[in-house]
């Protein structure tokens, strides 16, 4: 483990037992818990499909009917399947259609009745996942006759104008300009809604709403892409916020590649209740393991609320944490894009060389690990020519470090959504550098007992001192308590608790079961 910066042994084996320590006890909450959403995502991978003449899917109402009649602690698939056999249904759509219209009432049924409804759920929901399975093995064959692009790390590139039939040619032409993965952000405040809107979506505020339908149409335009550039185009969006699950499961029968999935992003940046987000995002990575999906982690918002320099501890703790949690769900660890980034004031003496140190710190702890790197944004002004030029910084750092995922960074950060011109722009830079620099990461080391090994080694002790006191109190009291991106998020608080639900001593859920499982 000595490795570029000489890390202690010792010293991280105690980081990872301490970051199972702490982690341990939200992943027995998570497993005694459900959700609203988790429920929603079991029926959607046993086929319910579409939404009502208002917008509102049919799994909402289904679910809704569900919990009404007999609460959520029991999960919702046995009352459904038995409601469904009763009804003499073959369709769980149409079964979903009736509750909503009033004229089905569920039950909790006991003895053969409850074992035929487990059995049936379970075919169902096995329908679903061996679908996921059919597109990650699509996936493969396509990576073998496309292959992956030539160098690491992989360029990736954002878009989103609000409508998936504008998205679809600019994603197209970043491809052409260079981009590896792209990313169709999320229209403003999507992460807030407890449903998944239904359909191709034209609408949308700096983003565009992830739908099945849009998963669709940009998964199917980036293939058109990889037979054209002879290289496999990866596509991401978002399992986050409230619809974690349901994002996750339609991902994998829609075959994204990537997608934003971080344990605690949602709590402190969008108030969503801890418990809630904690339950959610285990069932989306054992699916996202499933589908063969790498994650990508949001340490780097972090230092966007929070000092990068003093807080840096904060962001190998969160890492830690999300390699754990990513690990018992099933992930691999070529599956764990691991945030960070370059967030540190440039005028901050040696910010280049701390960047260098956290950078490397990330790359020997997870070495194995896709790490996405993150561009400047915090402390860009509107000056594009320095904004231009800490983008190439930014991108120098990625090469010097061996970084596995790099996200384009943009001179008009924070002022104005980018033009295609500014896309175009930001890639001659990271096209520049890396053709320049690419292979930088095999000669760059560390002077010994310098700076950047002295710098990293001491943001590694500050993590194991902060694990440990974490673990004296607990994971929830430290979100609790600001210790991250200072934002204080109660476990009694935030959006999403009324969704919420222990589990009762009949609870059963087909698709954990079948997850669970190797596949």
């Known amino acids: 483990m000595m490795g570029k910066l000489d890390l202690d042994p010792v010293v991280v084996a105690r980081a990872r037992e301490l970051a199972r320590r702490v982690g341990q006890p939200v992943v027995d909450l998570a497993r005694s818990h459900t959700t609203v959403s988790v429920e929603r995502a079991v029926l959607r991978l046993a086929g319910v499909a579409g939404a009502d003449p208002d917008g509102i899917p049919w799994v909402n109402r ?76 699509e996936r493969d064959r396509l990576v073998r006759r496309f292959g992956d692009p030539a160098r690491r790390p992989w360029i990736y590139l954002i878009v989103a104008t609000g409508d998936i039939y504008e998205d679809i040619p600019q994603a197209q032409a970043a491809a052409r300009a260079g981009a590896d993965v792209i990313a169709v952000i999320r229209s403003t405040g999507q ?27 940009m998964r199917a335009a980036l293939d058109e892409s990889s037979r054209e550039l002879g290289r496999y185009v990866r596509l991401t969006n978002y399992a986050s916020g409230l619809c974690m699950p349901e994002m996750a499961a339609l991902a994998g029968l829609e075959r994204l590649d990537m997608m934003l999935n971080d344990s605690m992003y ?11 987000t904690f339950v959610d995002q285990r069932f989306s990575r054992q699916v996202h393991a499933r589908a063969g999906i790498v994650i990508n982690t949001g340490e780097d918002n972090y230092l966007t609320t929070a000092d990068a320099v003093d807080e840096a501890h904060t962001v190998t703790v969160s890492q830690l944490l999300n390699e754990f949690f990513a690990h018992e769900a099933g992930l691999a660890d070529w599956q764990l894009g691991l945030g960070h980034a370059f967030e540190i004031n440039p005028d901050v ?34 000056d594009v020519f320095r904004g231009n030029l800490l983008d190439g910084f930014f991108n120098l750092v990625g090469a010097m470090t061996g970084q596995g995922i790099l996200l384009v960074g943009m001179m008009t950060e924070a002022v104005v959504t ?30 010994p ?49 009324d969704g919420v639900a222990a589990h009762e001593a009949d609870y059963y ?6 997850l669970e499982r190797p596949a």
């Open 509 to 514: 859920n087909p698709a954990t079961e079948i």
């Open 62 to 137: 289904l679910v809704d009917a569900v919990v009404a009649d007999v609460g959520l602690g029991h999960g919702v698939a046995v009352p459904v399947f038995d409601a469904l056999a009763r009804e003499g249904l073959a369709d769980v759509t149409v079964l979903a259609q009736k509750a909503a219209a009033g004229s089905v009432r569920f039950a909790l049924p006991s003895g053969k009745a409850a074992t035929a409804a487990r059995r049936a759920s379970r075919k169902a929901v096995a329908a679903g996942v061996r679908r996921i399975d059919r597109r990650r093995a």
């Open 418 to 447: 980018p033009w295609l011109s500014d896309r175009d722009i930001a890639l001659q830079n990271v096209r520049y550098v890396l053709g320049a620099a690419g292979g930088l990461h095999e000669d760059f080391v560390p002077a």
């Open 266 to 276: 949602g709590i402190l940046f969008r108030d969503i209740n801890p418990v809630r």
């Open 349 to 382: 003496p040696e910010s280049l060389r701390l960047e260098l140190a956290h950078a490397l710190l990330a790359r020997e702890l997870f070495p194995d690990a896709p790490l996405k790197w993150m561009p400047p944004t915090k402390h860009m002004t509107g």
């Open 191 to 217: 992460s807030l809604l407890d449903y998944v809107p239904e359909g191709a979506t034209r609408e949308g505020f700096a983003g565009t709403y992830a739908t099945q339908e849009n998963f669709r149409l």
């Open 449 to 497: 007992g310098g700076f950047v090994q002295q710098r990293a080694q001491r943001v590694l002790g500050e993590a194991v001192e902060l694990l440990e006191r974490i673990g004296e109190r607990s994971l929830l009291t430290a979100i609790a308590e600001g210790t991250f991106g200072i934002m204080r998020r109660p476990a009694d608080r935030g959006k999403g608790l």
